[in-house]
């Protein structure tokens, strides 16, 4: 049989094999999320359907649930047109301290969640006295903040959630870097929406 690890040996970083003291949750060195202690593990509820654990995965952690606003992805996509593409900008401002207050080594700076806004507005300002190339340009900042924010925002929610349950996040939370950048900040509300169903996220509208 197996040894137990005594409580205060150090926990090993699975990215940059660092030691760190046993009650750390990040990584000094490389900011990683630490891997929980095999005794820890043990003492979390069954995920087998039927046991007693079962359920939305919220409901077995008692920890306080960060905020979110569930918005539906086709109302998203709605508004994102109607609005000529200032929504999901806009979006990103709005969300930042729901995003910030995620247990995550990713901050969301107001500048630069401000930025995407900013240059969407500096494109509309602009309008055509650019030209095609400057307008072309332009666009092609906004969109590259998008998904630059996109991928800030993915990793911030993995974060958060690798704290609670481990192997859920590691295969739900936004898995798809491809969709992250395609569809940028509404994958990122799908996402939102589905630990709102798994009651990991508190739901504030």
Same mark, same amino acid.
């Given at each position: 049989?197996?040894?137990?690890?005594?409580?205060?040996?150090?926990?090993? +970083?699975? &990215?940059?094999? $660092?030691?760190?003291?046993?009650? *750390?949750?990040? +990584?000094?060195? +490389?900011?990683?999320?630490?891997?929980?202690? /095999?005794? /820890?593990?043990?003492?979390?509820?069954?995920?087998? /359907? =039927?046991?007693?654990?079962?359920?939305?995965?919220?409901?077995?952690?008692?920890?306080?649930?960060?905020?979110?606003?569930?918005?539906? #992805?086709?109302?998203?996509?709605?508004?994102? #047109?109607? @609005?000529?593409?200032?929504?999901?900008?806009?979006?990103?401002?709005?969300?930042?301290?729901?995003? !910030?207050? %995620?247990?995550? @080594?990713?901050? %969301?700076?107001?500048? #630069? $969640?401000?930025?995407?806004?900013?240059?969407?507005?500096? $494109?509309?300002?602009?309008? *055509? &006295?650019? =030209?095609?190339?400057?307008?072309? =340009?332009? !666009?092609?900042? +906004?969109?590259?903040?998008?998904?630059?924010?996109?991928?800030?925002?993915? @990793?911030?929610?993995?974060?958060?959630?690798? =704290?609670?349950?481990?192997?859920? $996040?590691?295969? !739900? #939370?936004?898995?798809?870097?491809?969709?992250?950048?395609?569809? @940028? *900040?509404?994958?990122?509300?799908?996402?939102?929406?589905?630990?709102?169903?798994?009651?990991?996220?508190?739901?504030?509208?």
């Amino acid at each position: 049989m197996d040894q137990e690890r005594p409580s205060s040996a150090p926990v090993a +970083c699975r &990215s940059c094999g $660092a030691d760190n003291p046993a009650d *750390s949750t990040y +990584c000094a060195y +490389c900011g990683s999320l630490l891997p929980r202690p /095999e005794k /820890e593990e043990a003492q979390r509820p069954d995920d087998r /359907e =039927g046991s007693v654990g079962a359920g939305p995965i919220g409901r077995r952690f008692s920890a306080p649930k960060a905020g979110f606003k569930r918005i539906s #992805v086709a109302w998203f996509l709605v508004l994102s #047109v109607v @609005t000529l593409g200032i929504y999901p900008s806009l979006w990103v401002f709005l969300r930042r301290r729901d995003f !910030n207050s %995620l247990s995550s @080594t990713e901050k %969301l700076s107001d500048v #630069v $969640a401000v930025l995407p806004l900013g240059v969407t507005l500096l $494109a509309f300002a602009t309008g *055509s &006295s650019l =030209g095609e190339n400057g307008q072309g =340009g332009i !666009n092609l900042v +906004c969109l590259g903040l998008w998904i630059w924010i996109a991928f800030k925002m993915r @990793t911030m929610l993995r974060d958060h959630v690798a =704290g609670i349950a481990p192997d859920y $996040a590691a295969t !739900n #939370v936004a898995p798809s870097p491809l969709w992250t950048v395609l569809f @940028t *900040s509404a994958y990122i509300q799908h996402q939102i929406n589905r630990l709102i169903d798994a009651d990991i996220l508190r739901r504030t509208n």
